[in-house]
């Protein structure tokens, strides 16, 4: 089923199919913006606009995207963590502690879904906060 995830404004639009699962992460900045992340291969988004598109990193490797119009976050880039790390920060069998992927990975904040009902999601748990 495919899903559209909308800025408030409208600005930022992207489309994608309706990922089985979803990643609630507790970093110190995922907490504060409460979002819930929908992860894809990144040629399995569509962007059907991104007008205002304007971007903010800590760490020049985690990218969070937002709309310049509204302020909300849409979507994000990444490493993919979850292709070297278990969800508890541990290495993957045959990963060097502290290795950075070099596959990235694309996020859709699925709150931008307008009548996306959360609940039907398995939603993990990410310990950010202690792990990254």
Request: aromatic share 10%.
């Amino acid at each position: 089923m495919p899903i559209l995830a909308s800025c408030h404004c409208g600005a930022t639009k992207l489309q994608a199919e309706l990922p089985r699962e979803a990643k609630q992460c507790n970093c110190s900045f995922c907490s504060r913006t409460g979002a819930v992340w929908g992860y894809y291969e990144p040629d399995e988004i569509v962007f059907l606009s991104q007008d205002e598109d304007r971007v903010y990193s800590a760490s020049g490797m985690n990218r969070h995207h937002f709309c310049g119009r509204c302020g909300l976050q849409t979507w994000g880039d990444s490493p993919n963590w979850a292709s070297a790390y278990n969800a508890d920060g541990s290495p993957k069998a045959g990963v060097a502690p502290g290795s950075v992927p070099e596959q990235r990975v694309y996020a859709i904040n699925l709150r931008m879904v307008d009548g996306l009902d959360l609940t039907t999601l398995k939603i993990e748990q990410m310990d950010g906060r202690n792990n990254w």
